[in-house]
């Protein structure tokens, strides 16, 4: 096994080209039979192999910058960089992350975990290499998916007017960036990409160079090839920026693709090297449905990735939008590249003139909601909590100023898992209800998403429904439209929380009262605008007060009840913030994460009972 010899990539440049080959296919055998035991991220990575091994077998990545878009396409990356013996712990807590991560290794040059962002941060690299007057590459290694972002633009855009030396690597798996059309076309594709006509334009460079008024007639020559290129060859986006252009290169040649980026090292300039893979490749079930094998869990990969359709919010969410579509034709749903994961595809299936995925632009999809609700209709973006705050200026300067009809559907609130800090729905609370006129309402099972829809789709102004990844846990009757309810009573302390955490305190309060504690448990359906009066009750009766929640301290609900009560005379005689104070929270399933946070109901019943003793 020749991935067995590979402690760095040192070793991938000590091997024979023959050889290369051999360790592609090791590195994805190597690959299922990981990911098969832990679950991850599969498909992207099976694509990425050569061209990770190519990066590694030209560039010195402890020096070198690699950026990675995304970044969950950073397994091959890992394994040849010396992690390959912890994969068994990947994802897991305290284990190998599923993302690029610098405090892990040098080899990981930034964090990422959302998309778009990858040629900024490398010019920005770039420029610091300059200013700084040291010596190292910059490769920005961005997947066509990433494209949809607008900031990716932004930054090819400065990246190619700046002339600094970098090298955007553009993984096309799937969407065709300036399609190459007709037979010469593709007749000058393969030129580009043959070792003779980059020779041959290297020593043409070189004789003019040495000529007198060489320069002069090279420059001249070179308006009249890029004006007859445009003419024939349609590729001019990224040479119009400033780009030498490259491609399309077959991804999975390694040859082609060691011998193009040695070329690419020599430029000294902008270059946007366009490479071609498949998602999924090397493993039948991955190329055939690559996005149902983007994020697995674990499987048998003799038996292939087994669809479970399961029930969660993620699907209550998208069935019951379908119902009230049927109902109210004005009624649309957005999504921003997530269908499946936030449970719209039914609706686009039922509802086709009224589905729109925007692509990976969640700024862009909250204006085009906001436009459309200006307009009469009633959209739902439905988004993951932590890409929805790269849409944060919109929901006030578009939605919020205007007071628009627009519904938020924010999916993975709170604490989500394997995928760590970048995707953790801890932010939202904080903003979403500091904007005015925002209501924000948090079910806590099926029952309470599906009625709490239906009001929200009939509300005034902006409103954001907040849902965990995943089930229910307990089942909660359909909510009233009350904005709090006492589902415990009790005279010695006050137990709040919102959504799902609320089921922590219950069990809490039934270890509290084998200790002769009455706890009484206030659970809030609405978080913006906040329900004082019911929390004020309980707190003047008890006397004490913790709030519980998975997110952070400052801005958090806890504070804002505080702040609230003080106000109103209701000072507590105690008050306890359950939260994650003003840390980033790591990886692990969500129930490790809560235990080790002091989230769950015996760190609760612990912190009470310190306090009620007191």
Same mark, same amino acid.
């Given at each position: 096994?020749?991935?067995?010899?590979?402690?760095?990539?040192?070793?991938?440049?000590?091997?024979?080209?023959?050889?290369?080959?051999?360790?592609?296919?090791?590195?994805?055998?190597?690959?299922?039979?990981?990911?098969?035991?832990?679950?991850?991220?599969?498909?992207?990575?099976?694509?990425?192999?050569?061209?990770?091994?190519?990066?590694?077998?030209?560039?010195?990545?402890?020096?070198?910058?690699?950026?990675?878009?995304?970044?969950?396409?950073?397994?091959?990356?890992?394994?040849?960089?010396?992690?390959?013996?912890?994969?068994?712990?990947?994802?897991?807590?305290?284990?190998?992350?599923?993302?690029?991560?610098?405090?892990?290794?040098?080899?990981?040059?930034?964090?990422?975990?959302?998309?778009?962002?990858?040629?900024?941060?490398?010019?920005?690299?770039?420029?610091?290499?300059?200013?700084?007057?040291?010596?190292?590459?910059?490769?920005?290694?961005?997947?066509?998916?990433?494209?949809?972002?607008?900031?990716?633009?932004?930054?090819?855009?400065?990246?190619?007017?700046?002339?600094?030396?970098?090298?955007?690597?553009?993984?096309?798996?799937?969407?065709?960036?300036?399609?190459?059309?007709?037979?010469?076309?593709?007749?000058?594709?393969?030129?580009?990409?043959?070792?003779?006509?980059?020779?041959?334009?290297?020593?043409?460079?070189?004789?003019?160079?040495?000529?007198?008024?060489?320069?002069?007639?090279?420059?001249?020559?070179?308006?009249?090839?890029?004006?007859?290129?445009?003419?024939?060859?349609?590729?001019?986006?990224?040479?119009?920026?400033?780009?030498?252009?490259?491609?399309?290169?077959?991804?999975?040649?390694?040859?082609?693709?060691?011998?193009?980026?040695?070329?690419?090292?020599?430029?000294?300039?902008?270059?946007?090297?366009?490479?071609?893979?498949?998602?999924?490749?090397?493993?039948?079930?991955?190329?055939?449905?690559?996005?149902?094998?983007?994020?697995?869990?674990?499987?048998?990969?003799?038996?292939?990735?087994?669809?479970?359709?399961?029930?969660?919010?993620?699907?209550?969410?998208?069935?019951?939008?379908?119902?009230?579509?049927?109902?109210?034709?004005?009624?649309?749903?957005?999504?921003?590249?997530?269908?499946?994961?936030?449970?719209?595809?039914?609706?686009?299936?039922?509802?086709?003139?009224?589905?729109?995925?925007?692509?990976?632009?969640?700024?862009?999809?909250?204006?085009?909601?906001?436009?459309?609700?200006?307009?009469?209709?009633?959209?739902?973006?439905?988004?993951?909590?932590?890409?929805?705050?790269?849409?944060?200026?919109?929901?006030? #300067?578009? *939605? +919020?100023?205007?007071? %628009?009809?627009? !519904? $938020? =559907?924010?999916? @993975?609130?709170?604490?989500?898992?394997?995928?760590?800090?970048?995707?953790?729905?801890?932010?939202?609370?904080?903003?979403?209800?500091?904007?005015?006129?925002?209501?924000?309402?948090?079910?806590?099972?099926?029952?309470?998403?599906?009625?709490?829809?239906?009001?929200?789709?009939?509300?005034?102004?902006?409103?954001?429904?907040?849902?965990?990844?995943?089930?229910?846990?307990?089942?909660?009757?359909?909510?009233?439209?009350?904005?709090?309810?006492?589902?415990?009573?009790?005279?010695?302390?006050?137990?709040?929380?919102?959504?799902?955490?609320?089921?922590?305190?219950?069990?809490?309060?039934?270890?509290?009262?084998?200790?002769?504690?009455?706890?009484?448990?206030?659970?809030? #359906?609405? *978080? +913006?605008?906040?329900? %004082?009066?019911? !929390? $004020? =009750?309980?707190? @003047?009766?008890?006397?004490?007060?913790?709030?519980?929640?998975?997110?952070?301290?400052?801005?958090?609900?806890?504070?804002?009840?505080?702040?609230?009560?003080?106000?109103?005379?209701?000072?507590?005689?105690?008050?306890?913030?359950?939260?994650?104070?003003?840390?980033?929270?790591?990886?692990?399933?969500?129930?490790?994460?809560?235990?080790?946070?002091?989230?769950?109901?015996?760190?609760?019943?612990?912190?009470?009972?310190?306090?009620?003793?007191?």
């Amino acid at each position: 096994m020749i991935l067995e010899q590979i402690s760095s990539p040192a070793d991938v440049k000590r091997l024979e080209r023959g050889e290369l080959p051999v360790l592609c296919a090791e590195l994805r055998q190597f690959l299922v039979e990981s990911v098969a035991r832990t679950g991850g991220h599969l498909a992207s990575n099976l694509g990425a192999v050569e061209l990770t091994v190519a990066i590694h077998r030209l560039y010195d990545t402890s020096r070198d910058r690699l950026v990675l878009d995304v970044g969950h396409q950073c397994y091959v990356h890992k394994a040849l960089t010396g992690r390959r013996e912890l994969f068994s712990t990947l994802r897991q807590f305290g284990g190998l992350s599923g993302f690029p991560k610098p405090e892990e290794s040098g080899h990981d040059a930034f964090v990422a975990g959302h998309a778009s962002n990858s040629v900024s941060v490398a010019l920005g690299m770039a420029r610091a290499r300059t200013l700084l007057g040291e010596d190292y590459s910059v490769i920005a290694l961005i997947g066509d998916g990433a494209l949809t972002g607008g900031l990716a633009y932004e930054g090819l855009s400065d990246a190619g007017a700046s002339g600094e030396p970098l090298v955007v690597v553009l993984n096309d798996n799937g969407m065709s960036i300036n399609a190459n059309v007709g037979g010469v076309a593709e007749h000058l594709s393969r030129l580009r990409v043959r070792p003779g006509y980059y020779q041959f334009k290297k020593g043409y460079h070189a004789v003019l160079e040495r000529l007198p008024g060489g320069r002069r007639l090279y420059r001249f020559n070179h308006k009249i090839k890029s004006g007859m290129k445009r003419a024939i060859y349609p590729c001019s986006l990224f040479e119009d920026m400033g780009f030498a252009y490259l491609g399309p290169v077959d991804g999975h040649n390694i040859e082609q693709l060691c011998t193009t980026l040695s070329w690419v090292k020599e430029m000294g300039r902008p270059v946007l090297l366009h490479v071609r893979t498949k998602k999924g490749r090397g493993y039948p079930d991955a190329e055939k449905r690559p996005e149902r094998c983007h994020g697995v869990p674990p499987f048998d990969p003799a038996v292939g990735i087994v669809e479970q359709q399961s029930v969660d919010f993620s699907y209550v969410l998208g069935h019951e939008l379908v119902e009230l579509a049927g109902e109210n034709k004005k009624i649309c749903a957005v999504t921003a590249a997530m269908a499946e994961g936030t449970g719209l595809q039914e609706f686009s299936a039922a509802w086709p003139k009224r589905f729109f995925d925007v692509g990976i632009a969640e700024g862009h999809a909250v204006s085009m909601c906001a436009g459309m609700a200006k307009q009469g209709m009633v959209p739902v973006f439905a988004v993951y909590s932590s890409f929805l705050q790269r849409g944060f200026d919109m929901l006030i #300067h578009d *939605i +919020a100023l205007q007071h %628009l009809h627009v !519904v $938020l =559907a924010v999916d @993975r609130a709170g604490l989500v898992g394997a995928d760590g800090p970048t995707h953790h729905g801890v932010q939202d609370v904080g903003y979403l209800t500091q904007i005015p006129g925002m209501t924000v309402l948090c079910p806590a099972s099926f029952a309470e998403l599906r009625s709490m829809l239906r009001s929200a789709v009939t509300l005034d102004g902006p409103v954001a429904l907040r849902y965990p990844r995943g089930g229910e846990g307990r089942a909660y009757p359909a909510w009233d439209g009350a904005p709090a309810a006492v589902l415990r009573e009790g005279g010695d302390i006050t137990l709040a929380s919102y959504g799902v955490l609320t089921g922590e305190l219950l069990d809490a309060a039934d270890i509290l009262a084998q200790r002769g504690i009455g706890a009484e448990v206030v659970k809030l #359906h609405r *978080i +913006a605008p906040l329900p %004082l009066e019911t !929390v $004020l =009750a309980s707190v @003047r009766k008890t006397g004490r007060l913790l709030v519980l929640e998975d997110g952070y301290e400052t801005g958090g609900i806890g504070q804002q009840l505080a702040a609230a009560l003080a106000l109103a005379g209701g000072i507590p005689g105690a008050l306890i913030l359950k939260n994650l104070k003003d840390g980033f929270a790591p990886q692990g399933t969500v129930t490790e994460l809560r235990r080790a946070l002091g989230l769950d109901a015996k760190a609760v019943a612990e912190a009470v009972v310190r306090a009620v003793g007191d």
